[in-house]
């Protein structure tokens, strides 16, 4: 067995063990699927107390589920959160009661444009009780009584958890990658987000770095609002560039969106998704509509941060059991990984040089890296990318706006310039 | 009887008691024209004498006309401006006597390239005397004597006449529209500007605004430039957007010129002519070649006026007896009015907001303003807009442009941004 | 005979006696040509010692050839470089003495791509022997042993050598064009270059020049780096166009490339270039890779520096033998004067002035500028000119913007600008 195989099955065994978890914006769930990815990342997880005020927001109560159940009047079970985590209304209140057929349906969310689907319905800020059923389900009921038995608790002594786990790199400049961790029971749409950067975070543990790696793991909206009133401040200092990852379990073109600021996080994602194998996918303009990035490009933070996901984001099986676990690609995920290392690496490329011999051309023959000879024959393109390098290395232009005006790679502009650092006529100029 | 047919009754019996006055740049005929149009709004008439400097320019003396007939030798009127008040060479000095039909010709105007035209032609600042007539009457002119006997004055003791209507609002900053007030005997070009500007201001008058609006209709060039002497310095400090209308009374695509100096009088000209009904206009770009913008956007002004016709500024009926009062419809002079008001309620809602909750999203949903249940189903517009409205009112993107980030009207980016000023999460900082 | 084939035959016998000579970096043969050229104009020479630091170069010693043969083992001269000068390896050492086949071979320097080509090949920095031959010379070698005698000199107590001439202006800002002198027996790529500029000097010396006009001939790379280490700092100070001339004696496009820094000399260029006759070329984005830009465009020096060619860089014959004498025209020589003329005269065109009278339009009538009868007919392009030029002359548009914006040749808005600064309301503010 080959060992991309043994990481499949390895990788696969996880999704098996992450996918059932009720999770939510808090609760034991999530703590739960932190424990889990821990064994790849040793994460910190940080616990934000129910109650706490976070800018115009108060972290909720703590919500946990003991038992949610719909039976009819012989007994027979119906409805049962234990078959599936959406099957419960998130954040539903507690309720035990029999009620009539009418009221239970007042209850119930289901979705009649996708009758076989239970949809992924929260209620997470006003208290409700409810289930969550298919189409099919709901239309199946007959009149009559109904037992309901919601065991659910909303602890105000609880918290919010987050997982986090860093990088140091030589710089203190960080690049940022996170993904939510409170939707139960689905795999796009959640699942692949935590476990691609945990790959990741895996990978880079393994390399020298410049930049210094944050991962973080939180819920959506509630988890970077908490995340950035606790640590909002040092972000604006030091974020380099940021990542909402949403969606990429499954093997489509990637898609990102600009971040609010502009700025080298959206300049690398351009340069990337122009590679041959990412050509496919699109880069789009900002809006403040989707995830987490509505925090972090909120106007007074204005982050460096964009979102990745792949796909069409507003996808058929969106928000409900059809966005399920055997729909999930390993390697889809595998490839996700791989992009986001690549965005990693090219960041790490792409560094700002001064030349410290800007006055005319320096002699590069004496230095061993020009021929001695003059002929008729045309440059390499790497005796060229040191030409530009040198030129252009002003302190105004990195190596990425080199690589463009000489429509070199990153990769070899990158080597000339090391090559010129070594011979000491550059010096990096990054921080 | 239709409120509409009404109101274009009363509009064609203003055409026809403005149409035949004699007008000039100074003189009674302009005074009668703001008399009559003081009926609609009442205009506050500037005098400003002649023989005052202004800029590089003097006021000239007033002029006026008593008579100004050719008759043959035996004393049949051959032209005579009670006819026609083209038929005067505009400001041409008094003469009265007996000339051979060769002297005659030098002092008559005509254009052979259209013969049935009388000429509009002008000499306001080289004393000459002479006629305008159609190619056709000089061709009917025989040799032999000729009495003419033109009776005007050119009063150094007289003055130029200004007027002006002033809106206020609750800003100081102003928007300016200006008409032309001196061309005698043509439709198109000129009468009706200063009509559709009367019945826009008419309008407003009925609206509680949030800028102050100024009306003014002058002479071109000699009139734009004393009431810049006179208030140059106070527009230069509160005029937000103004506009210089010509040839407004045919049914033609409405065709604009940018300002000189740029900036959101252009922008809003810009978002308005993409409107469908008027997406045939073109946009053109600043030239200083026309009419009142020469001096509104002269370097040392540099003020931001833009200009606003319709159809071809070169018309073939240009500067002659052919732009009669037949041509025009009162249709497109109320199709004027609509389009200027539209301009008008453009500017009133393209405020600037400041977001008094920049950091991080404020919580919608407690203000009644988000739904507090999460679903799988899209958000409105309406909702959308919101979020924009929210994330750019940094107190550096006005509604304008957040209409056109987030490809949404103005009018919705301009509901949100109210709901969002009642929820106490946005201030204007417009002033 | 005409005046212009006087002046062909007169080129034709320069060419004559320039081709033959063998020039390097440095040596008596650069001093020849200079001395030929200063028939034409008297330049200056400068001498730079051997030896010299220039920046992060030292003027290598002073190259001169006596004799270069190859014999066979029967006394027959096979190479010489006294049939052509490329025979030599451009800065051979001397050597003498009888080789086998085999040891020739690696002092041999042909192209197998071009068998009848004798290569341009040199070693400036690196002490080597060597001849040059075609392929076909090489291949018809046969076993045995060769006498080879090769008496050069490197001389430490030598010199390099720049020829300049300055044509001082009104101004003492500078047009510079500069041209390189190394390359021996080449006919496109090189001595064209140097006989080009000697010929426009020659014809702006007979104009008044508002702008002082340097021009330089020196080697490529260490005579740039030579003359930037003596004068670099009052280029800085006074440079307002540089061009470095290649390759303009066959009839092709003119080419050219734009300079690191952008600016006039960048948009002088642009307009030329869209002039009729010239819209074939092309104009390439600024890239550190061909000749002297090279140094004068080093970020420390950062100069207004563009370069010019006519067709393909990479031509066919490049560097070898085939770039002969017999396929230069005089008739590309002229044309490359007159582009060149073209140029200078843009540049003396296009002047900035300050509006005397930015308050609304001066009064051009009664300064004669404009009619003092107002008609209906279209202005010319004369008229408009004055309105345009007055306009844009706030001190932040030079003519050349203001021909751009209102679509105008330079010419036209020049000659407006001249009859407005007679007229005493505009001033240059061109110094």
Redesign the interface.
Same mark, same amino acid.
């Given at each position: 067995m080959s060992n991309a195989q043994k990481k499949s099955i390895e990788l696969a065994s996880y999704l098996d063990r992450l996918f059932p978890i009720l999770r939510s914006i808090t609760g034991n769930g999530v703590r739960e699927t932190f424990l889990i990815l821990s064994e790849i990342i040793p994460y910190d997880v940080l616990e934000f107390p129910s109650g706490t005020k976070?800018?115009?927001?108060e972290i909720p109560p703590e919500w946990n589920v003991e038992k949610a159940q719909i039976k009819d009047d012989l007994g027979n079970v119906l409805v049962d959160v234990d078959d599936h985590p959406l099957h419960i209304l998130?954040y539903s209140i507690p309720f035990s009661g029999t009620v009539s057929l009418n009221e239970l349906q007042d209850h119930l969310?289901s =979705?009649p444009e996708r009758p076989e689907a239970i #949809?992924?319905?929260?209620?997470?800020? !006003?208290e409700?009780w409810g289930m969550c059923v298919s189409e099919q389900q709901r239309q199946a009921l007959k009149p009559g009584n109904y037992r309901v038995d919601i065991q659910t608790s909303l602890d105000p002594n609880g918290s919010l958890s987050i997982a986090e786990y860093v990088i140091p790199g030589r710089s203190k400049k960080e690049i940022l990658f996170t993904a939510y961790s409170c939707h139960p029971g689905m795999g796009n749409d959640e699942m692949g987000g935590m476990i691609a950067l945990t790959l990741l975070a895996d990978r880079l543990l393994k390399k020298k770095n410049f930049y210094t790696y944050r991962f973080l793991l939180h819920p959506e909206?509630i988890g970077?609002?908490s995340y950035?009133?606790h640590r909002?401040k040092e972000l604006k200092q030091n974020l380099h560039a940021g990542h909402v990852i949403a969606n990429i379990c499954w093997e489509q073109p990637f898609n990102a969106k600009r971040s609010?600021c502009g700025g080298k996080v959206d300049q690398i994602l351009e340069y990337v998704l122009k590679h041959e194998r990412y050509e496919q996918g699109v880069l789009n303009?900002f809006? %403040? =509509?989707a995830s987490d990035e509505?925090?972090y490009?909120? %106007?007074?933070?204005?982050l460096p941060v964009c979102s990745i996901w792949r796909g069409d984001p507003?996808f058929q099986e969106?928000?409900?059991s059809l966005d399920s676990k055997e729909k999930i690609s390993t390697d889809a995920i595998w490839e996700t990984v791989d992009f986001f290392e690549e965005i990693c690496s090219s960041h790490e490329m792409n560094l700002t040089y001064q030349?410290l011999? %800007?006055?005319?051309? #320096?002699?590069l023959?004496?230095r061993g890296l020009y021929p001695?000879?003059?002929?008729?024959s045309?440059?390499t393109q790497e005796l060229?990318a040191l =030409?530009?390098v040198?030129?252009?290395?002003?302190g105004n232009h990195d190596l990425l706006q080199i690589a463009k !005006?000489?429509a070199t790679s990153l990769k070899i502009i990158s080597e000339a310039a090391q090559k010129c650092e070594q011979a000491g006529l550059l010096v990096s100029i990054c921080k």
């Amino acid at each position: 067995m080959s060992n991309a195989q043994k990481k499949s099955i390895e990788l696969a065994s996880y999704l098996d063990r992450l996918f059932p978890i009720l999770r939510s914006i808090t609760g034991n769930g999530v703590r739960e699927t932190f424990l889990i990815l821990s064994e790849i990342i040793p994460y910190d997880v940080l616990e934000f107390p129910s109650g706490t005020k976070v800018f115009d927001w108060e972290i909720p109560p703590e919500w946990n589920v003991e038992k949610a159940q719909i039976k009819d009047d012989l007994g027979n079970v119906l409805v049962d959160v234990d078959d599936h985590p959406l099957h419960i209304l998130n954040y539903s209140i507690p309720f035990s009661g029999t009620v009539s057929l009418n009221e239970l349906q007042d209850h119930l969310y289901s =979705l009649p444009e996708r009758p076989e689907a239970i #949809p992924y319905v929260s209620s997470y800020y !006003k208290e409700r009780w409810g289930m969550c059923v298919s189409e099919q389900q709901r239309q199946a009921l007959k009149p009559g009584n109904y037992r309901v038995d919601i065991q659910t608790s909303l602890d105000p002594n609880g918290s919010l958890s987050i997982a986090e786990y860093v990088i140091p790199g030589r710089s203190k400049k960080e690049i940022l990658f996170t993904a939510y961790s409170c939707h139960p029971g689905m795999g796009n749409d959640e699942m692949g987000g935590m476990i691609a950067l945990t790959l990741l975070a895996d990978r880079l543990l393994k390399k020298k770095n410049f930049y210094t790696y944050r991962f973080l793991l939180h819920p959506e909206t509630i988890g970077s609002i908490s995340y950035l009133a606790h640590r909002g401040k040092e972000l604006k200092q030091n974020l380099h560039a940021g990542h909402v990852i949403a969606n990429i379990c499954w093997e489509q073109p990637f898609n990102a969106k600009r971040s609010r600021c502009g700025g080298k996080v959206d300049q690398i994602l351009e340069y990337v998704l122009k590679h041959e194998r990412y050509e496919q996918g699109v880069l789009n303009d900002f809006s %403040p =509509l989707a995830s987490d990035e509505r925090q972090y490009c909120s %106007p007074g933070f204005n982050l460096p941060v964009c979102s990745i996901w792949r796909g069409d984001p507003y996808f058929q099986e969106y928000h409900s059991s059809l966005d399920s676990k055997e729909k999930i690609s390993t390697d889809a995920i595998w490839e996700t990984v791989d992009f986001f290392e690549e965005i990693c690496s090219s960041h790490e490329m792409n560094l700002t040089y001064q030349n410290l011999f %800007p006055d005319c051309e #320096p002699q590069l023959g004496k230095r061993g890296l020009y021929p001695t000879i003059g002929a008729s024959s045309r440059r390499t393109q790497e005796l060229e990318a040191l =030409l530009w390098v040198l030129n252009l290395s002003d302190g105004n232009h990195d190596l990425l706006q080199i690589a463009k !005006k000489s429509a070199t790679s990153l990769k070899i502009i990158s080597e000339a310039a090391q090559k010129c650092e070594q011979a000491g006529l550059l010096v990096s100029i990054c921080k």
